[in-house]
């Protein structure tokens, strides 16, 4: 943690899914400001969740998990056989991808070691580097992920040879949520803003609504990938921090380059 960080009380608006930004509210405390939970996006099961539970119990070579929410809510279908305990057997089961390190972390936490985790960055792009998936020609590979995903990471792996399918085990919302009497609030405490996805941003944004939109867009934000800083300067943000890790850590170490640069 950086002990010299000056956030000095002032508000970070935590903008990820609630059940995830306990964690991120406590470094920010930690290193001196206010955490200002305000999810702009809410995570659900699958309706339809029996397609996904079906192809979760067939055989594959490699299963990728493109989201801790992917390991949460796929977990809850899979069959038990999947986890990889003292009694399993691994040679039998897929070789298991995250897309960064967090979601190999939730991997982890389900008693899961992840064999395929991209040493820096944390996207489709990052895990598509990766030399096993390479060459993929004639492996079954099933995508682990939410509803109407990224198409890049399936795409790629048919292209290269590979027989590709999609678990879709949880569902993304925008929060049904009436921010005006916030607002006058926010625009004195709020000093920083941090967001981990393109969709957290345009919810944000769309959220927040038009009128407010030059207060929000000249507030300092925080960005996990160099696609989420280009997305947050195309939508019209000013100043905009890139995490080294895509880490909570990652996350408090921008915010406070963020801080100590103004």
């Known amino acids: 943690m950086n002990l010299t960080c000056p956030l000095n009380g002032r508000g970070v608006l935590v903008t990820r899914p609630a059940a995830q930004a306990e964690h991120l509210c406590q470094l920010i405390r930690e290193a001196g400001g206010e955490p200002i939970a305000f999810p702009t996006l809410e995570i659900r099961a699958t309706e339809s969740p029996e397609r996904a539970r079906q192809l979760l119990a067939e055989p594959w070579d490699l299963m990728l998990f493109v989201s801790r929410n992917a390991v949460e809510y796929g977990m809850k279908l899979s069959p038990a056989g999947l986890h990889s305990g003292p009694d399993s057997e691994p040679a039998r089961r897929p070789l298991l991808g995250a897309v ?41 590979v099933l995508i682990v992920r939410g509803e109407g995903g990224r198409p890049l990471l399936g795409e790629t792996l048919r292209a290269r040879g590979a027989e590709v399918a999609f678990a879709e085990v949880y569902r993304r919302s925008l929060p049904d949520v009436d921010v005006s009497a916030e607002l006058s609030a926010w625009q004195a405490r709020v000093g920083f803003i941090t967001a981990t996805s393109d969709e957290v941003l345009h919810n944000l944004l769309q959220l927040i609504g038009g009128a407010n939109q030059a207060w929000l867009l000249s507030t300092p934000l925080v960005v996990i990938s160099d696609r989420g800083g280009a997305t947050a300067m195309q939508l019209g943000f000013r100043r905009v921090a890139v995490a080294e890790e895509t880490s909570d850590e990652g996350l408090i170490d921008a915010l406070c380059r963020l801080a100590m640069s103004r």
């Open 100 to 140: 960064g390190r967090a979601t190999a972390a939730a991997l982890r936490e389900q008693g899961l070691a992840p064999d395929l985790v991209p040493a820096r960055g944390f996207d489709s792009e990052a895990l598509l580097a990766l030399p096993a998936l390479t060459r993929v020609g004639g492996k079954r």
